[in-house]
């Protein structure tokens, strides 16, 4: 299932994978995003950085790093 799909009707889906709600990875992109992708580029990006992010996010939790 495609994250975009999880995010927006699948939450428990979206929860297992990533071990946060859909909407707490939202605020975490507003706070990271900027830092993620040049602000010149920030619309153009974020779907970029969003995917990005999301791909390091579950790798992370795929090794039980504690606090995640």
Same mark, same amino acid.
């Given at each position: 299932?495609?994250?975009?799909?999880?995010?927006?009707?699948?939450?428990? %889906?979206?929860?297992?994978?990533?071990?946060?709600?859909?909407?707490?990875?939202?605020?975490?992109?507003?706070?990271?995003?900027?830092?993620?992708?040049?602000? %010149?580029?920030?619309?153009?990006?974020?779907?970029?950085?969003?995917?990005?992010?999301?791909?390091?996010?579950?790798?992370?939790?795929?090794?039980?790093?504690?606090?995640?």
């Amino acid at each position: 299932m495609l994250v975009k799909e999880m995010h927006e009707n699948d939450h428990e %889906s979206f929860y297992k994978y990533f071990r946060m709600t859909p909407e707490r990875f939202d605020n975490l992109l507003l706070l990271v995003g900027p830092m993620l992708a040049k602000k %010149s580029l920030y619309r153009d990006l974020l779907v970029l950085v969003n995917v990005n992010m999301a791909l390091t996010w579950q790798e992370m939790s795929c090794h039980n790093i504690p606090g995640l």
